[in-house]
């Protein structure tokens, strides 16, 4: 039976790794910390994204695909993420992936951009904005973003999210959180084919990338990296059962930004409700562009 349900879920995903190694291909940057792997497609103002702890560069492709007919889209895969090399760090913090953001945007020759986090990636992208190179960004865009458990008031939740996910991974295996978790990330309502293209991306994480991944999540807030010098919005799926929209409102509200719900979508709402999230992005980076506020 389980080998029935990989091969439906690898007919529905088909199509989209064929969209992905056409449209959306995955090159290699030579960094100083060794290997960054991006996508890359279209032309005109850039806008940088950033996946989040259960997923890779890929998950944007169909959000890519409509926006690269305006704009220049860059999807990076994380540190220890795909093709690209660990951080040195095994617990790395927010620094350390927002420098590695700087060597991918210096060797594409980026000077200034649109920053999109989704769920893990909003803490890199937020500490990144808030840095010595904030200049760089014109707008802040965070999807679902994860707080973090560093907050002193979240040391018992942090222990329990740190052991647990270590746990998961130990005994369930890269392939087993894969099929278990993936149907988590989606509203109810989701098609099979959205669920088929969460899982296909989850299940190629990698062990080690995703240890530090867990240690970003339980080691960092979001929120210390607050005030903001350039506009920031979070928008989240109205059905998203792990980063609610009743923990992205006060958020928004902390940094100053909008706060916007996504209809019919969970927490991968970029997978889910494609040409919504990208048509939020389109407008982002005309606001970018205009220097007008929502």
Known sequence: MLHAIDNHASSLTDDLQAQLALHFPLRLLEIAGGRQGIRECGAGPAIALLHGIGSGSASWLQVARVLGQSARVIAWDAPGYGESTPLRALAPDASD????????????????????????????????????????????????????????SRALQRQEVRSKRLRTLEQLGIQGMAEQRSAHMLSPNASPKAKAWVQWNMARLKPDGYRQAIELLCGEDLLRHAPLSMPCEVHCGEADGITPPESCLPLAKALGGTFNLIADAGHASPIEQPCVVAGRLACALKESLTGASL
């Open 97 to 152: 992936y927002a420098e590695r953001l700087l060597q991918m945007l210096d060797a594409l020759g980026i000077q200034r951009c649109v920053l999109v986090g989704h769920s893990l990636g909003a803490i890199t992208a937020t500490a990144f904005s808030s840095g010595v190179q904030q200049q760089r960004i014109s707008r802040l865009v965070l999807i679902s973003p994860a707080q973090g458990y560093g907050h002193p």
